[in-house]
């Protein structure tokens, strides 16, 4: 079993929809929780952080840890094109190692 | 504020070759880490450089190794390369030791023939 579990999709939607990306993962002792994103040929940058388990909002962005049921999700409002993307989530201890979700291919239709 | 760079950009290697890729850290930050992301794939750790030394290692043979120099710069080194090394190599910065905000590059492209 992997560590951290996500759907690879592709999802496609109508620009306009709300989007909802999600992971879920094993290992109790992750602590901190981000997601990323990674346009084709690009290295992935950062969207969200979050420490522990609750809501946290950016703009258009909305990301929510549930640690009791070891599941983390990213809601994307007014999805436009600019948004097709991968979508990594990512989890770490505090240590020294980032572990990465395989990405969801998220295609957002004009 | 000078972002992560990686080169070479892309590159083409043959079996049992050996490689360098070079990566220049974001302005103050002295922590690199490397990961190899596979088609389709998240990126997976191979290992953290903190302050010159080696700080954390993931779950890759001895044969990928990696140097930070005096200026934060790193570079990873692959020898007895396989088919199976085919990868996007990102490197990825960030201020201290442990793990933060990863700031990436845009990745070397590397395809094993």
């Known amino acids: 079993q992997k560590e951290v579990e996500q759907d690879p999709g592709p999802l496609s939607v109508p620009e306009g929809a709300i989007v909802s990306l999600n992971c879920t993962y094993s290992?109790?002792?992750?602590?901190?929780f981000m997601w990323y994103r990674q346009y084709s040929r690009k290295g992935p940058e950062l969207l969200m952080y979050t420490y522990s388990s609750g809501n946290k909002e950016d703009g258009r962005f909305t990301a929510q840890v549930d640690k009791s049921s070891k599941y983390i999700s990213l809601f994307i409002r007014d999805s436009q094109p600019s948004d097709s993307a991968t979508y990594l989530c990512a989890m770490h201890t505090g240590g020294f190692k980032t572990i990465f979700g395989a990405g969801t291919r998220l295609f957002v239709k004009a | 504020e000078t972002g992560v760079t990686q080169s070479p950009t892309h590159l083409i290697k043959t079996r049992g070759q050996q490689v360098t890729l070079r990566c220049s850290s974001q302005?103050?930050?002295?922590?690199v880490s490397w990961y190899q992301q596979a088609l389709g794939q998240g990126p997976q750790f191979i290992f953290q450089y903190y302050r010159e030394e080696e700080n954390g290692r993931g779950n890759f043979p001895p044969r990928f190794s990696g140097l930070q120099f005096p200026n934060y710069s790193s570079e990873l080194n692959v020898n007895a390369l396989e088919l199976d090394d085919s990868a996007l190599y990102l490197c990825?910065?960030?201020?201290?030791?442990?793990?933060?905000?990863?700031?990436f590059g845009e990745g070397s492209r590397l395809t094993v023939l």
């Open positions: 302005s103050g930050h002295n922590t």
């Open positions: 290992n109790s002792a992750f602590q901190y």
């Open positions: 990825a910065s960030t201020k201290g030791g442990g793990t933060g905000e990863l700031f």
